[in-house]
């Protein structure tokens, strides 16, 4: 593979899947006075990681090298593993992080100690935004994000992103973060089988203090309120009146 | 701690909002902007006290320019740090807040200061919630505001930052159309958009006709053309579908999903039309009709004729 006097993507290099595990804001309740209630949440793997292991699983496949999985928290490893991935690592203490730069940090000392890591395939979340360019940051690396599919090609990533109404196809030396921003829902869970097959497979945990880092939000938290909507106009009853009073109101607004 | 705000900048939009955000500090602004000449000038217009420019080759993406940047950052050493959502932006931004040790902070829609404190309230739960954040640390903040025209002003200086860049890690091998606007729904003034609520391709006449009423162009949820394809991929509106700005978008039987939502931010005015008084898409829209479109689009075509 050509190495430009760089790094190369080789055999021995891995592809990392990061990816998250956390609770579902769209079973979360929202209370009257902007408080949420997340006890009907349930754990779920990022909107975008299923999109971010497939980009992962084309790199490796192009590469031969091995593809790795990360999560933090209470995450389940089983997500990736069920998913063809064949080992993972959690980091099982790191807390519920505010702060994306602390998620990020986390992230980074699991990749300095998975080692030999050339490629991090990460969920690029409209919750976290901040994650996976915090990540290349702390570890020097470039990073691009917003992406919709990668693969590798003569050592390099070969990167597809949507700009306005092109498709740039990009060209990047690793090491590198690339972050993938799903276009649809998973098309198809893994089955029995694949869960099953999961539990065999290797799953290393590692602790915050095996990394040799703490980690806190340096931020707090003063709660929550519901949004200051401007209030929308509802026009409900009879549809044939509704109707010419919203005409009416548009009207008046200036929007016809 | 300087309260100095580095606003970073590499396009056009979202540019008054993070401005007027950064100003509300009361503090000095300097906008660091990576990309054309244009948009340099087009941004020391909109505000800041400062520009510091670094000249974009247009075959390199922005995002090779992010150490160079973050460097410059470090040097000033700014308190916030602000970006929008877009890709390139990110990368900048945390490039720089590695670096400067700042926390990062998504879905910032206002700042404030108290004392030595940063008051920040973020958008959480999908929107559903805002939660007020304090800290006295660096932030890097991605701006997810609503947007303001940004005022005309004699414009800041615009200060060169050299390039340098080491080697091309990151560069363009080429571009290909992705399907453009040839539906014509991303420049369209109005937009009818159809969701789910619709039960049969059959029905669709209905909707065309309010369309025509409007002068508006149709787009539909995601589902709909892509499930269902009852209407062409290219009309769908969304966070991985058209990105659309008109002044007037009309939800037809749309829940009002948080990927649907993201296509029509920098919609004008938006009118809602669901059969759920509860569903989603009523806490962003101006207007709304509870009812079923079934009942209410012949009732608005009927309005618009007449009145
Ligand atoms: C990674 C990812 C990316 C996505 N990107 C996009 C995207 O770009 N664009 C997008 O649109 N979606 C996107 N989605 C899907 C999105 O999450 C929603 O599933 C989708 O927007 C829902 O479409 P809908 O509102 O038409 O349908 P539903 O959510 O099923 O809503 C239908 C609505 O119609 C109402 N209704 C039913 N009958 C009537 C009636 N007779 N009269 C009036 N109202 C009625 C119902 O009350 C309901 O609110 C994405 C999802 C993922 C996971
Ligand atoms: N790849 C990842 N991206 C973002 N957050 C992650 C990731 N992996 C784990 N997390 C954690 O997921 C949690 C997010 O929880 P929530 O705010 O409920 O979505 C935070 O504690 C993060 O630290």
Same mark, same amino acid.
């Given at each position: 593979?050509?190495?430009?006097?760089?790094?190369?993507?080789?055999?021995?290099?891995?592809?990392?899947?990061?990816?998250?595990?956390?609770?579902?804001?769209?079973?979360?309740?929202?209370?009257?006075?902007?408080?949420?209630?997340?006890?009907?949440?349930?754990?779920?793997?990022?909107?975008?990681?299923?999109?971010?292991?497939?980009?992962?699983?084309?790199?490796?496949?192009?590469?031969?090298?091995?593809?790795?999985?990360?999560?933090?928290?209470?995450?389940?490893?089983?997500?990736?593993?069920?998913?063809?991935?064949?080992?993972?690592?959690?980091?099982?203490?790191?807390?519920?992080?505010?702060?994306?730069?602390?998620?990020?940090?986390?992230?980074?000392?699991?990749?300095?100690?998975?080692?030999?890591?050339?490629?991090?395939?990460?969920?690029?979340?409209?919750?976290?935004?901040?994650?996976?360019?915090?990540?290349?940051?702390?570890?020097?690396?470039?990073?691009?994000?917003?992406?919709?599919?990668?693969?590798?090609?003569?050592?390099?990533?070969?990167?597809?992103?949507?700009?306005?109404?092109?498709?740039?196809?990009?060209?990047?030396?690793?090491?590198?973060?690339?972050?993938?921003?799903?276009?649809?829902?998973?098309?198809?869970?893994?089955?029995?089988?694949?869960?099953?097959?999961?539990?065999?497979?290797?799953?290393?945990?590692?602790?915050?203090?095996?990394?040799?880092?703490?980690?806190?939000?340096?931020?707090?938290?003063?709660?929550?309120?519901?949004?200051?909507?401007?209030?929308?106009?509802?026009?409900?009853?009879?549809?044939?009146?509704?109707?010419?009073?919203?005409?009416?109101?548009?009207?008046?607004?200036?929007?016809? | 701690?300087?309260?100095?705000?580095?606003?970073?900048?590499?396009?056009?939009?979202?540019?008054?909002?993070?401005?007027?955000?950064?100003?509300?500090?009361?503090?000095?602004?300097?906008?660091?902007?990576?990309?054309?000449?244009?948009?340099?000038?087009?941004?020391?217009?909109?505000?800041?006290?400062?520009?510091?420019?670094?000249?974009?080759?247009?075959?390199?993406?922005?995002?090779?320019?992010?150490?160079?940047?973050?460097?410059?950052?470090?040097?000033?050493?700014?308190?916030?740090?602000?970006?929008? *959502?877009? /890709? =390139?932006?990110?990368?900048?931004? &945390?490039?720089? $807040? %590695?670096? !400067?040790?700042?926390? #990062?902070?998504?879905? @910032?829609?206002?700042?404030?200061?108290?004392?030595?404190?940063?008051?920040?309230?973020?958008?959480?739960?999908?929107?559903?919630?805002?939660?007020?954040?304090?800290?006295?640390?660096?932030?890097?903040?991605?701006?997810?505001?609503?947007?303001?025209?940004?005022?005309?002003?004699?414009?800041?200086?615009?200060?060169?930052?050299?390039?340098?860049?080491?080697?091309?890690?990151?560069?363009?091998?080429? *571009?290909? /159309? =992705?399907?453009?606007?040839?539906? &014509?729904?991303? $420049? %369209?003034? !109005?937009?009818?958009? #159809?969701?789910?609520? @619709?039960?049969?391709?059959?029905?669709?006449?209905?909707?065309?006709?309010?369309?025509?009423?409007?002068?508006?162009?149709?787009?539909?949820?995601?589902?709909?053309?892509?499930?269902?394809?009852?209407?062409?991929?290219?009309?769908?509106?969304?966070?991985?579908?058209?990105?659309?700005?008109?002044?007037?978008?009309?939800?037809?039987?749309?829940?009002?999903?948080?990927?649907?939502?993201?296509?029509?931010?920098?919609?004008?005015?938006?009118?809602?039309?669901?059969?759920?008084?509860?569903?989603?898409?009523?806490?962003?829209?101006?207007?709304?009709?509870?009812?079923?479109?079934?009942?209410?689009?012949?009732?608005?075509?009927?309005?618009?004729?007449?009145?």
């Amino acid at each position: 593979m050509g190495t430009n006097g760089k790094r190369g993507l080789d055999d021995q290099m891995k592809t990392v899947i990061a990816y998250k595990w956390a609770r579902d804001g769209e079973r979360a309740a929202v209370r009257e006075d902007g408080s949420v209630d997340w006890r009907n949440a349930k754990m779920t793997a990022g909107e975008d990681d299923p999109a971010a292991l497939s980009a992962a699983k084309a790199i490796a496949a192009a590469t031969g090298g091995a593809l790795v999985g990360l999560t933090i928290g209470d995450g389940d490893a089983s997500w990736a593993l069920a998913r063809g991935v064949e080992q993972s690592v959690s980091v099982t203490d790191a807390p519920t992080l505010t702060d994306n730069a602390q998620t990020a940090a986390v992230l980074a000392a699991a990749v300095r100690a998975i080692g030999n890591v050339d490629v991090i395939v990460i969920g690029d979340s409209e919750q976290h935004p901040g994650v996976p360019v915090t990540l290349a940051g702390l570890l020097g690396w470039p990073a691009v994000v917003g992406i919709d599919s990668a693969t590798a090609r003569d050592g390099r990533l070969e990167i597809v992103r949507k700009v306005g109404d092109d498709h740039q196809v990009l060209s990047l030396a690793t090491p590198a973060v690339l972050g993938v921003a799903a276009l649809s829902a998973e098309e198809s869970a893994p089955g029995m089988k694949e869960l099953l097959a999961a539990r065999k497979r290797p799953l290393t945990k590692m602790t915050l203090a095996d990394l040799g880092i703490t980690v806190a939000d340096a931020v707090s938290n003063r709660g929550s309120h519901l949004p200051a909507t401007k209030p929308v106009r509802v026009f409900d009853g009879d549809p044939t009146l509704a109707a010419e009073q919203l005409v009416g109101a548009l009207r008046a607004d200036g929007a016809l | 701690m300087s309260m100095d705000t580095w606003v970073l900048v590499t396009d056009a939009r979202h540019v008054g909002a993070m401005l007027a955000a950064a100003r509300g500090l009361g503090t000095p602004v300097t906008a660091a902007v990576v990309g054309s000449r244009a948009l340099a000038e087009l941004v020391a217009a909109a505000g800041p006290d400062t520009v510091v420019w670094v000249e974009q080759d247009a075959q390199i993406p922005v995002e090779a320019y992010a150490a160079r940047l973050a460097a410059a950052v470090v040097l000033a050493a700014p308190r916030v740090l602000i970006s929008s *959502t877009a /890709p =390139a932006a990110r990368v900048l931004l &945390g490039a720089a $807040a %590695a670096r !400067r040790g700042s926390v #990062v902070l998504p879905a @910032v829609v206002d700042l404030a200061a108290d004392g030595d404190h940063l008051v920040v309230q973020r958008s959480a739960v999908g929107g559903a919630v805002i939660e007020t954040l304090e800290t006295s640390s660096p932030v890097a903040i991605v701006f997810t505001g609503e947007d303001v025209e940004a005022p005309v002003g004699s414009p800041a200086a615009i200060e060169t930052i050299p390039a340098d860049l080491p080697a091309s890690d990151l560069c363009l091998i080429r *571009t290909e /159309p =992705a399907g453009g606007d040839s539906s &014509g729904v991303r $420049a %369209a003034a !109005r937009v009818v958009s #159809v969701g789910r609520g @619709v039960k049969s391709k059959a029905d669709l006449p209905l909707i065309e006709e309010l369309a025509a009423a409007l002068g508006a162009e149709i787009g539909c949820s995601m589902p709909v053309a892509d499930d269902l394809g009852w209407i062409s991929k290219d009309r769908y509106v969304g966070r991985s579908g058209q990105h659309i700005a008109p002044r007037l978008y009309v939800a037809l039987g749309i829940s009002g999903a948080p990927q649907h939502m993201e296509g029509i931010r920098d919609a004008k005015v938006v009118v809602a039309v669901n059969s759920d008084k509860d569903a989603p898409i009523f806490r962003t829209a101006d207007f709304g009709i509870v009812g079923d479109l079934y009942e209410v689009v012949p009732a608005l075509v009927a309005a618009l004729g007449t009145t």
